[in-house]
T-cell receptor, first 115, second 114 residues
């Protein structure tokens, strides 16, 4: 069975500093995709970044990068130069490409950026 | 504007009173899904649909029904709601295909069952 683990329920970071949100996953499938979503206090879910299991390069989207370590089964989100607007809940998610459209989400990490 | 809409946004109901939460997308996506979000548990998938008339269970389908009669709509039905179904519900859609695409989420429906 697939599983996503986010071990940091909450984190603080100083404005303008970088922060890493941890995500480990478990699957026996070789083909899968990993996602990060942001949920601000307003409640909507915002897609941030995606990494495919066969992608050799780590994904980057602006200030977001995904530190993908396949052997360790980790997909950590790195936010550089944190901003106050980055304060939110962050979810890691996975979908395997074995014909099913099941998505598995982690329990989330609440990030607070301090001024 | 490309979007996923859900109605109602907020609902307070009583145990046993059947309700439907509607979900509609205007992006011609084939894949749609329902999730519930509970504190400390993240998002859990209830049901998903890969196309019209094709639906399958997620991780927490008990107490819910879905139907997919049109590509754009994917309603969630609670035939006899119970207090443990009090939650924040999200509908999502994404394109089909062999690639993996991000999901587009609706704004959420906050349901309280008393």
């Amino acid at each position: 069975a697939q599983k996503i683990t986010q071990t940091q329920p909450g984190m603080f970071v100083q404005e303008k500093e970088a922060v890493t949100l941890d995500c480990t996953y478990d699957t026996s499938d070789q083909s899968y995709g990993l996602f990060w979503y942001k949920q601000p206090s307003s409640g909507e879910m915002i897609f941030l970044i995606y990494q495919g299991s066969y992608d050799e390069q780590n994904a980057t989207e602006g200030r977001y990068s995904l530190n993908f370590q396949k052997a360790r089964k980790s997909a950590n989100l790195v936010i550089s130069a944190s901003q106050l607007g980055d304060s939110a809940m962050y979810f890691c998610a996975m979908r395997v490409l074995s014909g099913t459209y099941k998505y598995i989400f982690g329990t989330g990490t609440r990030l607070k950026v301090l001024a | 504007e490309a979007q996923v809409t859900q109605n109602p946004r907020y609902l307070i109901t009583v145990t046993g009173k059947k309700l439907t939460v509607t979900c509609s997308q205007n992006m011609n996506h084939e894949y749609m899904s329902w999730y519930r979000q509970d504190p400390g548990l993240g998002l859990r998938q209830i049901y998903y649909s890969m196309n019209v008339e094709v639906t399958d269970k997620g991780d927490v389908p008990e107490g819910y029904k879905v139907s997919r009669k049109e590509k754009r709509n994917f309603p969630l039905i609670l035939e006899s709601p119970s207090p443990n179904q009090t939650s924040l519900y999200f509908c999502a859609s994404s394109p089909p295909g062999l690639g993996v695409y991000e999901q587009y989420f609706g704004p959420g429906t906050r349901l309280t069952v008393t």
